[in-house]
């Protein structure tokens, strides 16, 4: 005789054109490791980023300009002197002026296919991993709002390159001393290096860059530079998981070691 299926699920992979298969999954492996480390990481990135992002102090030690806080918009941004700023909100804004930034960069990746995967998985169980059913009953996708609204994707990715190269620059100008001359290298211009570095691999590595870079092309053999372009990008897009921990992570950690010297707890070391 037939399974029964479980009572009150009749959608999904419990419909009735589905086999009848009682048990929520056949995996033996530790399927919820995955999207249980991705969740912790999220959330520890998270709780990191809107304490910094409020705290609105510590952001800036000469020559190093926290890329939370970069570019200051606002009036009440401390390092105006430093680099590409631009009073756009004069001093009616009273709060951290990071939350005038952030909001680029965090729908850049709140957008991102790969985090898309990963918060629906670590914090949705929508489905928690491959072959393990979701517990929920409906299933809309992202074909109604609010979940519509992934589809801004693509121009955030024009926002974030906009922001990559502001923070190009913030790196460059890491390279002279407090007095903003040049030719100084302390760990923090290593820092900002390697933490823009994986900025641009991963902004470069994102689907929406592929498709803008090779998309829509009948014939590559017309196009050899978009399909070379299209090759490089599409090599980064296969770490494309990777490049999003590890810029997340660089991203923190310049934040924090900025915070480290402003708040005297550390002293930047000096190679020149
Ligand atoms: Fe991840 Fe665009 S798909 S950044």
Redesign the pocket.
Same mark, same amino acid.
């Given at each position: 005789t037939e399974p029964s299926r479980p009572a009150g699920r009749r959608t999904g992979v419990h419909d009735a054109s589905r086999a009848a298969i009682a048990p929520r999954h056949l995996r033996t492996d530790r399927w919820w490791l995955a999207p249980a480390v991705t969740a912790a990481g999220l959330f520890a990135f998270v709780v990191y980023s809107t304490w910094r992002a409020f705290a609105n102090a510590d952001y800036y030690h000469a020559p190093y300009v926290s890329p939370f806080y970069s570019p200051c918009l606002a009036d009440n941004c401390a390092p105006m002197r430093h680099g590409p700023n631009a009073d756009v909100f004069g001093s009616w804004w009273g709060l951290s002026p990071a939350l005038l930034i952030l909001v680029f960069p965090l729908g /850049?990746?709140l957008t $991102?296919? %790969? %985090?898309r995967k990963a918060y629906y998985r670590g914090f949705w169980a929508s489905p928690p991993a491959c072959a393990v059913a979701e517990p929920h009953t409906k299933y809309s996708g992202e074909t109604r709002f609010p979940l519509i609204l992934q589809n801004l +994707?693509r121009y955030f /990715?024009y926002f974030a390159v906009l922001v990559a190269g502001i923070l190009t620059y913030d790196t460059a100008l890491a390279f002279r001393d407090e007095h903003y001359r040049w030719g100084h290298m302390g760990l923090g211009s290593l820092v900002f290096l390697v933490n823009i570095a994986l900025i641009w691999t %991963?902004?470069l590595s $994102? +689907?929406? $860059?592929r498709h803008i870079v090779g998309g829509r092309l009948r014939h590559f053999s017309k196009h050899p530079v978009r399909y070379r372009l299209w090759g490089w990008v599409g090599k980064l897009n296969e770490r +494309?998981m990777l490049l999003?921990w590890t810029s997340l992570i660089s991203v923190a950690l310049a934040d924090f070691y900025v915070y480290l010297l402003a708040t005297g707890a550390f002293d930047d070391p000096r190679f020149f």
């Open positions: /850049f990746r $991102c296919y %790969y %985090y +994707h /990715f %991963y902004t $994102c +689907h929406s $860059c +494309h999003a």
